[in-house]
C-alpha cells in the first residue's frame, strides 16, 4: 500500500512537471514567434534632407486714415482705409470682420454694396489675396460707412477690425 501511495504521489509530479514543462514551450514558442512579428514590421533608416517652411507674414496697416468715424444719420458716408500687405511665400486669401457694428450702420467695401450688420458683424469673404507671383504685395482697401435717415444715434462705440488670412494650396 506505501508503494501505491508512493508509485500515484510520483505519477502526480511527473504530470505536474510534464504540464510545467510544455507551459514553458508553449511560452517560449509564443514569445519567440511575437518578436519575430514585431521584428517585420519595424525599421530604421538614415538619410540626410532639408525640411523648408515657407513664410508667412500678413500685415494690417489702419494708420493710414483718422480712427474717429463720425456718421450723420442720412447725409454721410465716412471712408476708412486700410492696407494689407503679404510678404509670405504661399499663396493666401484674406477676409475683412468688422464686429461691434451698430446694426444701424451700413458698410462698404472698396465702393461695393453696402451689408448690414447681423449680430453686429459684417464680414467681407475673400477681400483679397495674394499668390506667390505676385508683384503687388500691398492691397489697398476703402470701407465705407453709413446710416438710413431712421438710424438711431450711436456714439463712442468701438467697431473691431480684423483680417482673417488663410493660406490657399
Known amino acids: 500500500m506505501k508503494m501505491k501511495r508512493q508509485m500515484r504521489t510520483r505519477n502526480k509530479i511527473l504530470k505536474i512537471e510534464n504540464l510545467l514543462f510544455t507551459l514553458i514551450y508553449v511560452l517560449f514558442i509564443m514569445l519567440f514567434l511575437n518578436a ?14 532639408n525640411a523648408v517652411v515657407a513664410k508667412w507674414d500678413v500685415k494690417v496697416d489702419t ?6 468715424i463720425s456718421i450723420i444719420s442720412g447725409t ?12 509670405s511665400e504661399v499663396t493666401c486669401s484674406y477676409s475683412i470682420v468688422l ?4 446694426n444701424d450702420v451700413k458698410v462698404a467695401i472698396d465702393g461695393g ?3 448690414t450688420p447681423s449680430d453686429n458683424t459684417v464680414t467681407f469673404d475673400n477681400a ?3 499668390s506667390i ?12 460707412f453709413s446710416a438710413p435717415l431712421e438710424a ?3 456714439t463712442n462705440n468701438q467697431i473691431n477690425l480684423s483680417v482673417m488670412a488663410e493660406q490657399i494650396n
Not at 36 to 49: C, F, N, P, V
Open 133 to 144: 507671383n505676385d508683384s503687388e504685395l500691398t492691397h489697398e482697401h476703402t470701407l465705407t
Open 36 to 49: 519575430r512579428t514585431i521584428s517585420k514590421y519595424t525599421g530604421e533608416a538614415l538619410t540626410d534632407g
Open 128 to 130: 483679397g489675396s495674394f
Open 63 to 68: 494708420s493710414i486714415t483718422s480712427n474717429n
Open 76 to 87: 454721410t458716408t465716412q471712408d476708412y482705409k486700410l492696407q494689407v500687405t503679404s510678404e
Open 99 to 102: 464686429s461691434n457694428v451698430p
Open 152 to 154: 438711431n444715434a450711436v
Open 113 to 115: 454694396t453696402p451689408k
